[in-house]
Protein backbone atom coordinates (compact mmCIF):
# COMPACT_ATOMS: atom_id res chain seq x y z
CA UNK A 1 0.00 0.00 0.00
CA UNK A 2 1.65 3.11 -0.89
CA UNK A 3 1.62 6.29 1.28
CA UNK A 4 2.76 9.95 0.84
CA UNK A 5 2.47 11.75 4.16
CA UNK A 6 3.27 15.65 3.81
CA UNK A 7 4.19 17.45 7.25
CA UNK A 8 5.58 21.07 7.22
CA UNK A 9 2.87 22.83 6.86
CA UNK A 10 1.85 25.82 9.14
CA UNK A 11 0.56 29.62 9.84
CA UNK A 12 3.10 31.86 8.26
CA UNK A 13 4.03 35.80 7.84
CA UNK A 14 4.94 37.30 4.56
CA UNK A 15 8.32 37.04 3.61
CA UNK A 16 9.37 33.76 5.96
CA UNK A 17 10.37 30.36 5.32
CA UNK A 18 8.83 26.61 6.03
CA UNK A 19 10.22 23.40 4.84
CA UNK A 20 7.86 21.16 3.44
CA UNK A 21 8.38 17.12 3.70
CA UNK A 22 6.52 14.37 2.13
CA UNK A 23 7.64 10.68 3.60
CA UNK A 24 6.73 7.94 0.57
CA UNK A 25 6.35 4.09 1.13
CA UNK A 26 4.98 1.00 0.21
CA UNK A 27 6.82 2.23 -3.57
CA UNK A 28 10.30 1.75 -4.45
CA UNK A 29 11.23 5.65 -3.96
CA UNK A 30 14.02 5.92 -6.53
CA UNK A 31 11.30 4.82 -9.57
CA UNK A 32 9.23 7.96 -9.05
CA UNK A 33 9.90 11.47 -10.25
CA UNK A 34 7.66 13.32 -7.32
CA UNK A 35 6.09 16.38 -7.72
CA UNK A 36 4.42 19.14 -5.17
CA UNK A 37 0.67 21.01 -6.58
CA UNK A 38 -0.97 23.26 -4.11
CA UNK A 39 -4.83 24.30 -4.38
CA UNK A 40 -6.30 27.25 -2.85
CA UNK A 41 -9.68 28.16 -2.20
CA UNK A 42 -12.05 28.56 -4.90
CA UNK A 43 -9.01 27.63 -7.26
CA UNK A 44 -8.38 24.15 -9.27
CA UNK A 45 -5.14 22.20 -8.17
CA UNK A 46 -1.54 23.73 -9.68
CA UNK A 47 1.92 22.59 -10.44
CA UNK A 48 4.35 23.88 -8.23
CA UNK A 49 7.78 21.94 -8.85
CA UNK A 50 8.83 18.41 -10.06
CA UNK A 51 11.82 16.57 -9.41
CA UNK A 52 13.30 13.54 -11.60
CA UNK A 53 13.87 9.85 -10.13
CA UNK A 54 17.72 10.93 -9.35
CA UNK A 55 17.23 14.71 -8.74
CA UNK A 56 18.60 15.33 -11.59
CA UNK A 57 16.28 17.48 -13.41
CA UNK A 58 13.54 19.86 -11.42
CA UNK A 59 10.87 22.34 -13.06
CA UNK A 60 8.79 25.05 -11.58
CA UNK A 61 5.92 27.18 -11.93
CA UNK A 62 6.65 30.79 -12.84
CA UNK A 63 5.22 32.09 -9.93
CA UNK A 64 7.22 30.40 -7.61
CA UNK A 65 10.36 29.80 -9.48
CA UNK A 66 13.62 31.53 -7.22
CA UNK A 67 11.87 31.28 -4.06
CA UNK A 68 11.03 27.45 -3.78
CA UNK A 69 13.71 24.18 -4.42
CA UNK A 70 12.76 21.03 -4.59
CA UNK A 71 14.79 18.27 -3.20
CA UNK A 72 15.04 14.31 -2.60
CA UNK A 73 16.67 11.97 -0.30
CA UNK A 74 16.31 8.62 -1.74
CA UNK A 75 17.91 6.76 1.05
CA UNK A 76 15.12 8.49 3.11
CA UNK A 77 12.05 7.91 0.66
CA UNK A 78 11.68 11.66 1.26
CA UNK A 79 10.87 14.79 -1.01
CA UNK A 80 11.67 18.19 0.37
CA UNK A 81 9.90 21.94 -0.72
CA UNK A 82 11.80 24.85 0.31
CA UNK A 83 9.91 27.60 0.37
CA UNK A 84 11.30 31.32 1.27
CA UNK A 85 10.32 34.80 0.92
CA UNK A 86 6.23 33.40 1.01
CA UNK A 87 3.75 35.64 -0.10
CA UNK A 88 -0.20 35.59 0.77
CA UNK A 89 -0.93 33.86 -2.71
CA UNK A 90 1.09 30.49 -1.69
CA UNK A 91 -1.69 30.05 0.61
CA UNK A 92 -3.10 26.65 -0.29
CA UNK A 93 -3.04 22.70 0.51
CA UNK A 94 0.19 21.43 -0.53
CA UNK A 95 0.46 17.91 -1.79
CA UNK A 96 3.37 15.55 -3.20
CA UNK A 97 2.73 13.19 -5.84
CA UNK A 98 4.27 10.51 -7.14
CA UNK A 99 4.91 9.21 -10.99
CA UNK A 100 6.28 6.74 -12.36
CA UNK A 101 9.12 7.35 -14.58
CA UNK A 102 12.50 9.11 -15.12
CA UNK A 103 11.50 12.78 -16.04
CA UNK A 104 10.25 15.49 -13.84
CA UNK A 105 6.38 15.82 -14.64
CA UNK A 106 4.25 19.33 -14.55
CA UNK A 107 1.07 17.74 -15.55
CA UNK A 108 -0.81 16.37 -12.70
CA UNK A 109 -2.35 13.28 -15.18
CA UNK A 110 1.21 11.78 -14.86
CA UNK A 111 0.78 11.37 -10.95
CA UNK A 112 -0.63 7.96 -9.66
CA UNK A 113 0.14 8.70 -5.96
CA UNK A 114 -1.15 11.84 -3.83
CA UNK A 115 -0.80 12.40 -0.42
CA UNK A 116 -3.77 14.24 1.95
CA UNK A 117 -1.82 17.26 1.81
CA UNK A 118 -0.69 20.03 4.14
CA UNK A 119 -2.19 23.23 4.62
CA UNK A 120 0.08 26.25 4.36
CA UNK A 121 -1.29 29.78 5.41
CA UNK A 122 0.64 32.88 4.35
CA UNK A 123 -0.79 36.08 6.47
CA UNK A 124 0.33 39.76 5.03
Known amino acids: QVQLVESGGGLVQAGDSLILSCAAS????????MGWFRQAPGKEREFVATISWNGGTTYYADSVKGRFAISRDNAKNTVYLQMSDLKPEDTAVYYCAAAYGNGGYRQSGMYIYWGQGTQVTVSS
Open 26 to 33: GLTFGGYA
